[in-house]
């Protein structure tokens, strides 16, 4: 079994960096699921991708609070919507095609928007 985590927490790396890249893909949930893999199949890659620069203080904030940073939810939304909306306008013929995209992006987003974000700035004491 350590050997199939340790394939699909690979898996899950390449499938997330593949989302920099592609922004239909999405980064943050294939990183999520690697260290998840890697957790179970393998310490040193486990360790590894919690000491890369680019993808381990997420990952870390979402397993030590299940919080996403507010700067990253911001991005993602923008750049799904953006993604999504171009995808509609422009490369999706069928109406009904149109509808769901845009149903799975907004419910996507209102999810996002819900996840917690520690680095949030505090209301004013009134």
Known sequence: ??????????????????????????????????????????????????????????????????????RTKICAIALMSATLATSIVFFVEPAWLKALLATIGMALALWLASVPSRDRPRPPAT
């Open 1 to 70: 079994m350590r050997a199939v985590f340790l394939v699909l927490g690979t898996l899950f790396v390449v499938l997330g960096v593949v989302g920099i890249v592609v922004p239909v893909l999405p980064t943050t949930p294939f990183l999520l699921l690697a260290a998840a893999c890697y957790a179970r199949g393998s310490q040193r890659s486990h360790d590894w991708l919690l000491a890369n620069p680019a993808f381990g203080p997420l990952i870390r904030e979402w397993q030590q609070h299940r919080a996403i940073p507010r």
